[in-house]
Structures are given as C-alpha cells and as structure tokens.
C-alpha cells in the first residue's frame, strides 16, 4: 500500500506541481498522485497567477503534511539523503539552496509573459523587456552552476532541487521559441529528455480540459 500521495492540480499549466512531483521522483518516493480539478475556482486563480498562496502541490507521508515545494524538497532530502537531492558538499548545497530559492520567490516578469503551457508552441513569440531580464538572469545562473559543478546538471552527474525548480522552465523556453547560447539550450535539453520529465509532459498532452483564460491571451 503506497504510504505518501502527492496533491497535484494540471500537469499542462502547473510549474509547481512539476516541482514537487519531480523531486518525489527524484527520491524514489512511492506515492500515489491526487488530482484536484482546474476547474476549482482556487486551483484556477494559482494558475493564473492570481492568488499569493495555494496548498498545491502538497504531499502527505506517514500521517505528515508538507506543502509549499521547496518544503517537499527539503523533507524528502532528510527521507532520502542518499538520493542526493542536496549536494554533499556544504558549499555546493548553499548554492543549491540560494538558486532555488530564486526561483522560488523571483522571475515574476516571466511568470506572467511566459506562462506554463506544454501543448502550446509559439514561434518567433514576442518577449518584453522585464521578461527578458528575468531570463538572462536565469541563463546566468545555469552557466554558473554548471561551469563551475560541471554538468550536465546544475550541481553536477545528478540531478536535485535546483533542477527540479528549474524544469518548468525549460518547458517555458521551448513552448515561447525562447533563444539561448549552446550551454543554456544543452541544458534546456537535458532537462526535457529526462524520462520523468517525458511521463508529466505525457500526462499533460492527455489532459482533456484547458484554461481559456489563458488560452485567449495568445
């Protein structure tokens, strides 16, 4: 019997479901997902950027409740250390933490420019000037995490928090025909041809409904 269940809205719209279910993948965490509808009028003001705060994605293991993602991250790191989703060393984990928390809390500008919309393509989309500040902060980042940790992750051989953060991004950059040097584009690339990454896109491709709310704006 699965001990843990992952709440978890659409897989299409949701950058932070993503997070969260990846990093319980990351962990070899069993559990089960529960799906809350897009059609919640709570889930529907998250995704569209309208409400501060939701409870998605949310995971309950052994009785405990644990929501905001970087607060799955930090619990399922203590269940599974040996899983590396933190770096070994105290540095390279600082820097972990400090870039997630980034995204985290940052790149509004691009949160609303470029929201999450796997099944969408825009070519030759038009990008404003504080969405593509927001992004060349980010390709920043990228480089300097995986210059100096060696790729072809952000912290090195395996993938972790910082990644998992980053993840929805990447499917951001390729539904928005967003342009990047070779490292960030490698990178980008990475990211998407993981194999739970192709799972979620998988699950999104077969969600029935969409958000005309955010369908109507492109």
Not at 119 to 141: E, L, Q, V, Y
Not at 171 to 184: M, P
Not at 208 to 215: N, R, S
């Amino acid at each position: 019997m699965t001990q843990a269940v992952l709440t978890i809205s659409s897989k299409n719209y949701s950058s932070w479901c993503l997070r969260g279910w990846l990093m319980c993948r990351m962990a070899g965490l069993d559990f089960a997902e529960k799906i809350v509808a897009s059609n919640d009028p709570a889930v529907r003001a998250k995704l569209l950027l309208l409400s501060p705060s939701f409870l998605v994605p949310s995971l309950t293991h052994n009785r405990i409740h644990i929501w905001d993602t970087l607060a799955i991250g930090e619990y399922l790191h203590e269940l599974s250390p040996d899983k590396h989703l933190l770096p070994k060393d105290r540095a390279a984990r600082a820097h972990c933490r400090s870039v997630s928390s980034e995204m985290h809390s940052g790149f509004a500008n691009m949160r609303s420019a470029l929201p999450m919309n796997l099944k969408a393509h825009h070519s030759n989309f038009k990008i404003w000037g504080g969405a593509k500040a927001d992004i060349a902060r980010i390709a920043a980042i990228w480089k300097e995490c995986i210059v100096e940790h060696g790729g072809p992750y952000l912290f090195g051989e395996n993938p972790t928090i910082a990644d998992a953060m980053y993840a929805p991004v990447c499917t951001r950059f390729r539904t928005y025909d967003v342009k990047l040097d070779r490292l960030g584009q490698n990178y980008s690339e990475t990211i998407l041809a993981m194999s739970d990454m192709a799972e979620w896109i998988e699950g999104a491709n077969a969600e029935p409904e969409a958000l005309d709310d955010l369908e109507a704006e492109f």
